[in-house]
């Protein structure tokens, strides 16, 4: 059966001076439809290792499978490819094109699909009420408040339904409010049959998450998996 | 495609993935985005280009137009006129033609038309309080009838002299001379003392392009001219010596003007100089006017040269202004790079962006600079009231200067945010 992230033996040393071994031998799977955490203290690999999951990075060793595509064997336009359709990420600093309105922000993640633009707009749109944000299709980023912007994001990774969303400290600028907003979005898409990482510093919702994957100078501490049967549809 | 993967992770291969596709539409949209969120940065980055490419058009417009004036003015004057006048110099003899010279010509075959006119040494004087040696280099000249026509001449006023009117006192100024001595009107019956005798204005001659000798002219009838040189030389009995080569009463020409059928040219050119001078041609020169101003229509002047080099310097600047703003582009928008590549942007369409987008400033330059140029080119040319003429050729060599100049600005810039690795282009500035 095939994992949805497959990590086999990944070790990640960037190259100094001096060399930082970021990631030394993580061997991790998690299947279709998991939703963990990823937690540990600042510097210890965290994002290192979702960078090397969402093949935005290469490892230096190991294997890394993404729904059985081996990393190591495809080149920038094939990982292009499997970003494109299999990965949706979620960043702490939301990183939103200043100049475009929210629906110009969300229909950017089907830009690299082909799509239409009308269709990219029209999905955009539905994807931009099913976090919340009907009434702010048009609004600048700077118009939005830091939730607001986050949730953009959100639908930004997800407009193109892709298998796996991974999330680096997506509630890390956001007060508890606009926390608790993007953990229940991010709980309902995993109900949907979505796959997800998220990266936290907040324990309180790293315990809240059904398995909690614990990182500490580059290595896995503590995986504390919770099997969690796979939605079938 | 299917139902997506999520949650029914049961295949054994994994499914293929198509490329990432990135519409051609939607290529030219994304690389004007980055145009149209920095307004002003683009406006300026776009100036130093237009600016060159304006200098360029507007300098090959004006030379264009003026040349364009020129051809018309040949065509309207016509390029088979042959001018004849004596050589001047060792053995030039007494600087005139033999008088039977004019009857000659027009015995020749192809020759359509002859005039002649005679140089005379008198004085003209607008009236007789005037010393005689303030003429303001006016040459009295006796006209053939037929020089207005043989000429292609207009009047800018007045009449031309007829078969009566070039029996008695009258006279038709070239353009020159009507301003030197201001003569603006024929009405007011103004008189010019020619000879010491009075003789009435009775027309004046727009400019002769192919004879701007005759511009300087006080044009009277040729039967009128006898009776003055013959009364000059009464008067001044020692002057008798040189009536060896031109008899008294007989007027000599001082220069020949005759039109032939446009295909006999070099035929008659062959055979003037022995038709008009059998004893010895060699003093004989033969032009012909249109030469001169084809030559002239042909030679770029050093202006043009000089603006075409400020032009050209000015683009350089101007490329080195997209270099330097699309570097700038590059360098603040890393986070947006990173994002374009998370969301499955391959390396290839984030250099096209870029370029795309450097080519979009210099074409917006371009085409300012095109437009700036025809309008200088326009409003010059309607100024010197000239055609207006802008080379096509100088419109789309400029505007295809402007792209390449954006395409060698924009690829280093382009290579460089392609080759950013995603993770640092990601990294927090
Ligand atoms: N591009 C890089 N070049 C060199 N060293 C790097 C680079 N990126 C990360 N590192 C180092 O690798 C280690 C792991 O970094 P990483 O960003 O993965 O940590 P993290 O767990 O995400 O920390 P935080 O919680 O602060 O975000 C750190 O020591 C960091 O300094
Ligand atoms: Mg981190």
Known sequence: MTAAVELLDVVKTYEGPPPVQALDGVTLRIEHGELAAVVGPSGSGKSTMLHVMGTLDRPTSGRVLIDGHEVSSLGDRRLSAVRSQLIGFVFQQFFLVDGATAIDNVANGLLYRGVAPAERRQRAAEALIAVGLGHRLTHLPNQLSGGERQRVAFARAIVNRPAIVLADEPTGNLDSNASDAILDLIRQLNEAGSTIVVITHDREVAGSLPRQIAVRDGRIDHDAATRVAAVER | ?429
């Open chain 2, 1 to 429: 495609m299917t139902a997506t993967a999520a949650g029914s992770g049961r295949r054994r291969t994994p499914e293929r993935l198509g490329p990432s596709r990135l519409r051609p539409g939607d290529v030219v949209a994304v690389g004007a985005s980055g145009l149209t969120t920095r307004k002003t940065r683009t406006v300026l980055s776009a100036l130093g280009i237009a600016l060159g490419i304006a200098a360029m058009v507007g300098v090959l417009g004006i030379s264009e137009s003026s040349r364009a004036d020129l051809r018309d003015q040949i065509t309207a004057l016509g390029t088979n006129l042959l001018t004849v006048t004596p050589t001047g110099g060792f053995g030039g003899g007494d600087g005139a033609l033999p008088a039977e010279a004019q009857a000659k010509v027009s015995r020749i075959g192809p020759v359509e038309r002859v005039a002649d006119v005679v140089e005379l040494d008198v004085a003209v004087l607008r009236n007789d309080l005037v010393n005689e040696n303030e003429t303001g280099g006016i040459t009295a000249m006796a006209a053939h009838l037929d020089l207005l026509t043989t000429l292609n001449g207009e009047l800018a006023f007045g009449s031309w002299l007829t078969e009566a009117s070039a029996a008695v006192p009258t006279v038709v100024l070239g353009s020159v001379a009507a301003e030197r001595l201001g003569v603006i009107e024929v009405d007011q019956g103004m008189m010019l003392l020619i000879g010491g005798e009075w003789f009435t204005v009775i027309g004046v001659l727009e400019p002769f392009p192919l004879a701007p000798d005759l511009d300087r002219g006080a044009l009277v009838g040729q039967p009128i001219a006898e009776s003055l040189v013959v009364g000059a030389a009464a008067a001044e009995t020692s002057s008798v010596d040189t009536s060896l080569e031109a008899p008294v009463g007989e007027l000599s020409p001082s220069a020949i003007y005759l039109r032939t059928d446009p295909s006999q040219i070099d035929a008659v050119r062959g055979v003037l100089g022995s038709t008009v001078d059998p004893q010895s041609p060699d003093e004989v020169s033969i032009s012909r006017p249109s030469e001169l101003l084809e030559a002239q229509e042909a030679t770029e002047s050093a202006f043009t040269n000089l603006f075409l080099g400020l032009g050209a310097v000015s683009l350089l600047v101007g490329g080195v202004g997209i270099a330097n703003v699309m570097v700038i582009a590059v360098i603040e928008r890393r986070n947006e790079i990173g994002l374009r590549r998370a969301l499955g942007a391959t390396r290839p369409h984030i250099r096209r962006q870029f370029l795309t987008e450097a080519l979009l400033l210099s074409a917006l330059g371009g085409a300012a600079g095109v437009a700036i140029g025809v309008a200088v080119t326009a409003l010059y040319a309607g100024s010197q009231g000239w055609r207006i003429v802008v080379p096509p050729l100088a419109m789309i060599g400029g505007f295809g200067a402007a792209l390449a100049i954006g395409a060698v600005a924009g690829l280093y810039p382009a290579m460089r945010a392609a080759g950013l690795a995603p993770t640092e282009a990601l990294r927090s500035s």
